[in-house]
C-alpha cells in the first residue's frame, strides 16, 4: 500500500488526518495528524495477537508498557485485505543500547518493574505458545540442514561442537519442570514481553519504556531473563561472573537458566536468517566471526559450570 492510499484509508476507515507519514520498516509508520499529535502505526497479521494486547493494555495500568490507542472514530484497530492497523503513542526518545553498562542495568530494572507491575492481569482466553525449547528443538533440526556450507568452508568441526552442545543442554532444559512453571503463571497472571531486544526499550524524559508487544505471553518472566542474558553476555565478553553480578534471576533459577544460555539456539537463529535472507552472501567471515565468539562462548559455558558444580 502507497502512502497516499494509506493516508487515504486512514482518514476514510479511522477518521485519522495524517499530515506527514514515513516508513519505519515495512510493517511501521511514524504519522504526524493534522492536530500536531505524533503516532507509531503498525501492520499486523494476526488478529489474536492484537486483541490479547488490547485486552492487556486496558487492564494494565504501569507507565511502562507503551499501550495502543483507539482512532479517532473509537475503532480499536482498522482491518484491509487480511491487515489489522493499529496506533500507538510515539516516544520521542533514545532506544537503549546493550553495549552500555547503565542501558543494561535499566533494561533489566525495567522488565522487573513491568513483570511486578503486570502481574495479576488475566485474560479469559490467553494465547497459547510452544514452550521455548522445543522451538529450539526446532531450530536446531533447521541448522542440521545447513552442515553441507560449513562443511564446504571448512568449518565441520564448528558445526559440530554447536550440535554436541546444543543437544546436551536441550536434554537438561527439557528435563526442568516448565510446564509447573507455566500453570503458576497462568494461575498468578504474570506475563513475559517476549522480546527484550535493546531497541525496545526507550528512554525518555528520566523514564524507560517499553515497546513492541507482539510476542506478549501470559508466561513466567524466567523467559524474559533467558533473552536478556543471551543478549548481554556478546558485550560482556562472554564473562560468567560479570553476567552473575548482574543478579538477573533468583538463585532457584539459576540453573535452568544457565543452562538455557549454554545452547547456542540465537547464533542458530541468527545463522538460519543470514542464509535465507540473502542467499549467495559472503560465508566465509561469517562463519570465521562465529568461530570467534564460539571460543568465547564455549569459555564461558566452562566457567558458568564450574561456579554451578
Known sequence: MSINRLSSFLQKKGMLQPRHMTSVNKHVFYVETNHRERLILKRHHNHSRV?????????QSSYIPVPFQRFPNQKPFLYDN????????YIPGQKLNYMAERDRVEAL????????ETEGIKLRYPLKKEIFYIRWYKRLQNFRNTESIFKEYGFL?????????????????????????ERAARKSGTWSHGDVASH????????????????LSCAPPLYDYIQLGQRFLPYLNW????????????????????HA?????????EWLYYIHSSPGRLMYGYLARMKEDWVKRQSFVKNAQNMLN
Do not use: C
Not at 487480511?82 to 503513542?89: A, D, E, K, L, Q
Open 239 to 258: 564473562n560468567a561472573e560479570r553476567l552473575l553480578s548482574y543478579k538477573i534471576v533468583q538463585n532457584k533459577y539459576l540453573k535452568p537458566w544457565l
Open 109 to 116: 530494572k525495567s522488565i522487573q518493574t513491568f513483570h511486578n
Open 200 to 215: 525496545n526499550f526507550i528512554r525518555y524524559s528520566g523514564r524507560i519504556y517499553l515497546i513492541d508487544f507482539d510476542l
Open 51 to 59: 486483541e490479547q494486547q488490547w485486552n492487556f493494555f486496558e487492564q
Open 157 to 181: 568441526g564448528l558445526y559440530k561442537d554447536m550440535v554436541q552442545t546444543a543437544e546436551k543442554h536441550l536434554q537438561y532444559v527439557s528435563a526442568y519442570n516448565w510446564f509447573e512453571l
Open 82 to 89: 487480511g491487515m489489522y492497523w493499529t496506533i500507538s503513542p
Open 261 to 269: 544460555l549454554f545452547i547456542p539456539s540465537d547464533v542458530m537463529r
